[in-house]
């Protein structure tokens, strides 16, 4: 399928073009490796129409019109530019921080994630680009990925928490960014980390520094105290501005 050769050379420019200083055009060389061909026949899948509608030389560019799937509105075109230079400003700044422990790391690569899916920059492909981000984020710590993008079970309700949590999001707070991540993506991504890791385990692969995480006990904090969690991401969504998402460690 040449969605898979798209992947795999996706992946082959994480490994030589990974430059976490130049977040904007590798954005943009992800989603054009990813999407490239997808737009003929007989290739084309319904989800790609968008694809033919706007011409290929759109694959890759920030989109100029509104989007939306289902009951989620995304970022207006007008934000876009602006929001994606304050979500990667930040974490560049957190991934090279020395003040963060590596649980704060992961936890900022989420929130991320989720801004990047809210900011939806490009006419599609947004949900493969954005996980394919995360890879190398988690990669550039030493780190595995955390497998959103498995086909089946796991990927349907990755679609259905992340949907879910960007309706509310919207409803509650319009286009403003996510300045922490609500308790049910939280729990369902350090859940799939920790279900990567037994998985790993079994195959003898190790990642020292996952194995150096108590994702354990990290889980069953996150499960547990997932009120404080919501009741934090609700008092932060009140108070701060989106500029204030630079401001870091």
């Avoid at 904007?24 to 899948?45: D, H, V």
């Avoid at 990755?158 to 939280?186: A, C, K, M, R, W």
């Avoid at 980390?193 to 904090?221: P, S, Y």
Wanted: glycine fraction near 4%; charged fraction near 25%.
């Amino acid at each position: 399928m040449i969605e898979i050769y798209n992947f795999k050379k996706a992946v082959n420019v994480l490994f030589k073009e990974n430059k976490i200083d130049d977040w904007m055009n590798q954005i943009s060389l992800y989603n054009k490796t990813l999407l490239t061909r997808l737009n003929c026949e007989p290739y084309m899948s319904h989800s790609f129409k968008a694809l033919k509608a706007n011409g290929s030389q759109n694959i890759g560019l920030i989109r100029t019109t509104n989007l939306s799937k289902g009951f989620v509105n995304f970022m207006s075109p007008e934000l876009l530019k602006k929001n994606l230079d304050i979500i990667n400003k930040r974490i560049t700044k957190v991934l090279s921080s020395n003040k963060l422990s590596l649980e704060e790391k992961i936890n900022e690569i989420i929130l991320y994630h989720l801004n990047f899916e809210f900011i939806h920059p490009f006419v599609e492909g947004n949900g493969r680009t954005g996980r394919l981000i995360m890879d190398q984020q988690l990669f550039s710590l030493n780190l595995p990925s955390i497998n959103y993008q498995w086909l089946g079970n796991t990927y349907v309700q990755y679609l259905t928490v992340i949907s879910d949590v960007l309706d509310q999001h919207q409803y509650l707070y319009g286009e403003n960014l996510f300045q922490s991540v609500p308790s049910t993506f939280l729990q369902f991504s350090w859940w799939e980390l920790k279900k990567e890791k037994e998985r790993l385990n079994k195959e003898g692969l190790k990642f020292e520094a996952l194995n150096k995480l108590n994702i354990d006990k990290i889980v069953t904090k996150v499960f547990e105290n997932n009120d404080l969690i919501d009741k934090e991401y609700e008092a932060k969504q009140r108070t701060l501005k989106d500029e204030d998402l630079i401001k870091t460690y």
